[in-house]
C-alpha cells in the first residue's frame, strides 16, 4: 500500500515538578500557543489543550511519525526550556516525569474536548489527583500510589 492512514487521538496529561502552582494565568496562552507549536511542527494535529496551575491536558490526532514517549519527551523539555528562558519564574522550571497518555474513539471527542477545555470547572468538584487517578481506573491503566505525581510541598 503506497499511502500509511491513521486514526489516532490521544490526550496526555502531565503535572509541574512537585505539582507546584507555578503557571501563571498571565503566560498560560502564551504556552498553550508554544505546546501547540511544537506538536503541528512535527506533523500533530492539536483538538484541545488546557493548562492549569500544575498540570497540562492536550487532546489530539497522532501522526505515526515518532513514538508518543519522544513527542511527550520534546513537549516538556522543549516548552520548560522555553519558560526558563523567557523568566516568567524566579526560579527554575520543570515538568515531573512521566505522563499518563489515553487513547479515544472518534466519537468520544466532543466529550474529551469539553472535559479539557473546562478543567477549571472540574477541579472544584474533584482535585487534580483524583480526576488522574479515575482516568488510570478508567483506562483500565495498573498503577502504584508511590509512582503516582507527587503532591505539592
Same mark, same amino acid.
Given at each position: 500500500m503506497p499511502n500509511t492512514y491513521t486514526q489516532i487521538h490521544i490526550q496526555i496529561v502531565f503535572a509541574v515538578?512537585?505539582?507546584?502552582?507555578?503557571?501563571?494565568?498571565?503566560?498560560?496562552?502564551?504556552? #498553550?500557543?508554544?505546546? &501547540?507549536?511544537?506538536?503541528?511542527?512535527?506533523?500533530?494535529?492539536?483538538?484541545?489543550?488546557?493548562?492549569?496551575?500544575?498540570?497540562?491536558?492536550?487532546? $489530539?490526532?497522532?501522526?505515526? &511519525?515518532?513514538?508518543?514517549?519522544?513527542?511527550?519527551?520534546?513537549?516538556?523539555? #522543549?516548552?520548560?526550556?522555553?519558560?526558563?528562558?523567557?523568566? $516568567?519564574?524566579?526560579?527554575?522550571?520543570?515538568?515531573?516525569?512521566?505522563y499518563g497518555a489515553f487513547s479515544y474513539e472518534k466519537s468520544a471527542l466532543p466529550n474529551v474536548i469539553d472535559y479539557i477545555v473546562n478543567q477549571k470547572e472540574h477541579h472544584h468538584v474533584k482535585t487534580f489527583m483524583e480526576e488522574y487517578q479515575e482516568l488510570l481506573k478508567q483506562f483500565d491503566v495498573s498503577f502504584d500510589d508511590r509512582y503516582i505525581f507527587r503532591d505539592p510541598v
Open positions: 515538578k512537585f505539582r507546584e502552582y507555578s503557571i501563571r494565568e498571565q503566560w498560560k496562552n502564551e504556552l #498553550c500557543r508554544y505546546i &501547540t507549536g511544537i506538536l503541528q511542527n512535527k506533523g500533530h494535529k492539536i483538538l484541545a489543550i488546557n493548562v492549569m496551575s500544575d498540570h497540562v491536558h492536550i487532546l $489530539f490526532g497522532m501522526r505515526p &511519525t515518532q513514538a508518543l514517549s519522544e513527542l511527550v519527551r520534546d513537549v516538556k523539555s #522543549c516548552s520548560a526550556k522555553w519558560i526558563n528562558e523567557c523568566g $516568567f519564574l524566579h526560579g527554575r522550571f520543570e515538568w515531573q516525569e512521566g
